[in-house]
């Protein structure tokens, strides 16, 4: 993987985005306040329905979540709501526990995120 700021890991597309904004960071930058912004947003009403017991409309936002961090290959957090979204077409099962793993996975993408803007 292509080393940036003496990273070869990141928990989200770095390298690829890079290249497809052809090293342009301001735009790159543009894109990745939207999707932490969205993430952050999707991550809290996932959070906030599971707590409620609230389930109608979960599979939907998960479906979005699954969009947003696909555009910024944030694998983990796309795993994340892939699994939510069948399990709240399925029923409540585990979905406190996999709300927790997104919460984790999400983390950690918005930590990297920072970093990089940290770097520039």
Do not use: C
């Not at 070869?8 to 497809?20: H, I, K, N, Q, R």
């Not at 979204?85 to 983390?107: I, M, N, S, T, V």
């Not at 950690?108 to 770097?119: G, H, K, L, T």
Request: glycine residues 14%.
């Amino acid at each position: 993987m292509t080393s940036f700021s003496g990273r070869s890991e990141w928990t989200f597309g770095l390298p690829a985005l890079l290249d497809l904004f052809d090293g342009d960071r301001d735009a790159l930058g543009g894109l990745l306040e939207a999707a932490i912004g969205s993430i952050a947003r999707d991550v809290g009403q996932i959070e906030a329905a599971i707590t409620a017991g609230e389930q109608a409309g979960l599979a939907g936002v998960a479906h979005r979540l699954k969009g947003t961090s696909g555009t910024i290959d944030a694998r983990r957090v796309f795993a994340a709501a892939t699994a939510l979204e069948g399990a709240a077409r399925d029923g409540p099962g585990a979905l406190a526990a996999l709300a927790a793993e997104l919460r984790l996975a999400f983390g950690e993408v918005e930590s990297d995120v920072a970093a990089y803007f940290a770097a520039n």
